[in-house]
């Protein structure tokens, strides 16, 4: 469960403070599938970041998992991102130069999982995003739908509890994002995921179980 309470986040250019939420209150229940939309600049990433452990907010308070996480350090933070959060981004962030299934590998790494049970698990994570055969591809032979559904397996490689996914259509045609939303959707419904979705297309976010609008800074409607 994501818990965000009275959250203030600014950025500061020289001598220009941008507050881009304040007094921001969301939960999202467990094995929720939300999609978060609004137009460009109005804060999605920035949510999602603070939601990632990646940003942190200047003030209130983040339970994450029924754990207040806001006073964590940036080494404790890593530690929980890796093991309860899964990241999707829109530019996917894939190593060109290692095949297909040792990007999906890659986050076992860095938890002591042997080399066997690696592949292993990165197969089974290719086999649901359907796209196994592309295993010993390399990321350029790819297309854009093909690399974000190798993300996507990547993300979930750990078994997060919850999966974010900023903008992860935003590159493909429409058919294409509507596929990987499927993939999303199935993901949750599969494992029980808590999906967060930011994205442009209100088609897509018609497909989660709750679309959140942001209308401003500041205001949330919440669409259940
Ligand atoms: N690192 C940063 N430093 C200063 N301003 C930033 C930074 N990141 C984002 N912003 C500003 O914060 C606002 C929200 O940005 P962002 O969360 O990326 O919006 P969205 O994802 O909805 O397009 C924008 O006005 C953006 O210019
Ligand atoms: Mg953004």
Redesign the pocket.
């Known amino acids: 469960m994501i818990k965000l309470n009275n959250i203030r986040k600014t950025?500061i250019?020289g001598s220009d403070t941008?507050v881009?939420f304040e007094n921001l209150c969301l939960t999202v229940e467990d094995g929720e599938m939300v999609a978060i939309t609004?137009r460009?600049?109005?804060?999605?990433?920035?949510?999602l970041n603070i939601m990632g452990l990646i940003d942190s907010p200047e003030s209130g308070a983040y339970f994450l998992n029924g754990n207040n996480v806001t006073a964590l350090s940036e080494k404790e933070k890593a530690n929980k991102r890796n093991k309860e959060i899964g990241f999707v981004v829109q530019d996917y962030a894939l190593i060109d130069y290692y095949r297909v299934i040792d990007n999906v590998a890659l986050p076992l790494v860095y938890s002591d999982v042997g080399r066997k049970e690696r592949e292993e698990r990165a197969l089974k994570a290719l086999e649901l995003l359907g796209i196994e055969d592309k295993q010993k591809c390399f990321p350029p032979m790819l297309s854009g739908g093909q690399k974000q559904r190798v993300s996507i397996a990547r993300a979930i490689i750990n078994n997060p509890r919850i999966l974010l996914a900023d903008e992860p259509t935003g590159a493909l045609d429409k058919k294409t994002g509507m596929a990987v939303i499927h993939y999303l959707r199935k993901i949750n419904e599969i494992y029980k995921t808590t999906v967060v979705i930011?994205t442009h297309n209100q088609e897509l976010a018609n497909m989660c179980n709750r679309s959140i609008i942001?209308e401003e800074t500041l205001k949330l409607r919440d669409k259940k």
């Open positions: 950025y250019n941008l881009v609004g460009s600049g109005c804060g999605k990433t920035t949510l930011v942001f």
